[in-house]
């Protein structure tokens, strides 16, 4: 168990001082967490609902603070290259996330081509019916990219690091609200980088 809980705060602690020096980035990662928490909720009321709001805001938010407002360049802090930090992500690098992003924006095309997703679901007949199922394509997603990438680490890494990731992914919520709540408040006192992302 020590193990276990050293190596997540390992993982919590290299997410954090590689990929999030931007204040807009950290409060992007703020309401994320804080919508993740909603759409959590929504898993044992209506999984689409969770899926719509776990896409549509969570992730939005979440990705478009990696992908346009953290630095790419040399990291001075941690003195490692761009190239080093995506080369040793152990979840989804930027390029795997341009890969997961892609299959999110794609689905509900494919879903309005083929309403009974290839005889898998019971066709739409209802705009209203469409966007629940759109919901549950994107909460399937959610499921099957968490699934992919942690049996995947099984074999690129060791089941330890793949446990270890899964269960930090689905606690990342809940420690970004703790460790990024005040960023919104730098942010207003036109701090647009985190001026210690080393420091614990």
């Given at each position: 168990m020590n193990a276990f809980l050293q190596a997540l705060d390992t993982q919590r602690w290299d997410d954090h001082r590689y990929y999030h020096h931007s204040r807009i980035n950290q409060s992007l990662h703020f309401i994320s967490a804080l919508s993740f928490m909603v759409a959590y909720g929504y898993v044992f009321i209506d999984p689409a609902i969770a899926g719509l709001i776990g896409w549509c805001v969570s992730m939005v938010s979440r990705q478009s603070g990696h992908f346009f407002f953290e630095p790419k360049g040399y990291d001075h802090v941690n003195q490692a290259t761009h190239e080093y930090k995506e080369e040793i992500k152990v979840g989804y690098n930027l390029q795997r996330k341009v890969v997961l992003m892609t299959i999110w924006a794609a689905s509900p095309v494919l879903l309005w081509l083929s309403p009974s997703l290839?005889?898998?679901?019971?066709?739409?007949?209802?705009?209203?019916?469409?966007?629940?199922?759109?919901?549950?394509?994107?909460?399937?997603?959610?499921?099957?990219?968490?699934?992919?990438?942690?049996?995947?680490?099984?074999?690129?890494?060791?089941?330890?690091?793949?446990?270890?990731?899964?269960?930090?992914?689905?606690?990342?919520?809940?420690?970004?609200?703790?460790?990024?709540?005040?960023?919104?408040?730098?942010?207003?006192?036109?701090?647009?980088?985190?001026?210690?992302?080393?420091?614990?």
């Amino acid at each position: 168990m020590n193990a276990f809980l050293q190596a997540l705060d390992t993982q919590r602690w290299d997410d954090h001082r590689y990929y999030h020096h931007s204040r807009i980035n950290q409060s992007l990662h703020f309401i994320s967490a804080l919508s993740f928490m909603v759409a959590y909720g929504y898993v044992f009321i209506d999984p689409a609902i969770a899926g719509l709001i776990g896409w549509c805001v969570s992730m939005v938010s979440r990705q478009s603070g990696h992908f346009f407002f953290e630095p790419k360049g040399y990291d001075h802090v941690n003195q490692a290259t761009h190239e080093y930090k995506e080369e040793i992500k152990v979840g989804y690098n930027l390029q795997r996330k341009v890969v997961l992003m892609t299959i999110w924006a794609a689905s509900p095309v494919l879903l309005w081509l083929s309403p009974s997703l290839f005889g898998l679901i019971v066709p739409h007949t209802t705009l209203n019916e469409y966007i629940h199922d759109v919901g549950m394509l994107w909460f399937a997603l959610g499921v099957a990219g968490l699934l992919f990438r942690t049996v995947q680490l099984f074999f690129v890494r060791d089941v330890m690091t793949g446990i270890v990731w899964a269960t930090k992914i689905l606690t990342d919520p809940f420690h970004d609200a703790k460790l990024y709540w005040r960023a919104p408040l730098h942010l207003l006192q036109g701090e647009l980088m985190d001026p210690a992302p080393d420091k614990r």
